[in-house]
């Protein structure tokens, strides 16, 4: 899951498509097939065909960590030592969305001074990890509810 989010997170970079909000959402896909994957994976060579619930969501989680984790240094590697720039980029992506609500030039302004102290190479690598780490939790929710397989009784 962590190599597929890195090429496609490259990919997007290097096509300058990476600030795009609606691009980004297909990242979901890759992090939903990792987890599935994760899961059947598990349960077939560990569990011998069957897994709990818990398990089933705790596999899905450990598998969100370990890639967000992975995921967050390379946001942070990108961001402050391959294109220092991005940051600026971000942050005039975000004065034009202001722009465009019709707020006033102070307004713009005031919310700029603030976004400049949030939008840091250490924040955006935190902040991939709560949102990985969220919709991991979602996902991992629900894939377990559908993947689980109780050991039979007897």
Not at 40 to 57: C, H, V
Not at 132 to 153: E, H, N, R, W
Request: hydrophobic share 55%; charged share 15%; aromatic share 12%.
């Amino acid at each position: 899951m962590a190599a597929g989010l890195l090429i496609f997170t490259l990919i997007l970079y290097m096509t300058n498509l990476l600030l795009s909000a609606g691009l980004n959402y297909l990242s979901y896909l890759i992090v939903i097939g990792g987890i599935i994957l994760g899961i059947k994976n598990y349960k077939d060579q560990e569990e011998q065909g069957f897994i709990s619930y818990g398990r089933a969501f705790g596999v899905g989680m450990l598998t969100v960590l370990f890639a967000s984790v992975i995921m967050a240094i390379f946001m942070y590697v990108l961001y402050s030592v391959i294109d220092p720039g991005l940051i600026e980029k971000t942050l005039e992506l975000t004065r034009t969305k202001m722009a465009d609500q019709h707020l006033t030039d102070d307004q713009v302004e005031m919310a700029l001074n603030m976004s400049k102290k949030f939008v840091t190479p250490g924040v955006i690598a935190l902040g991939t990890i709560v949102a990985y780490g969220f919709i991991g939790a979602i996902i991992s929710l629900i894939a377990a509810a559908f993947m689980k397989k109780d050991k039979p009784v007897f």
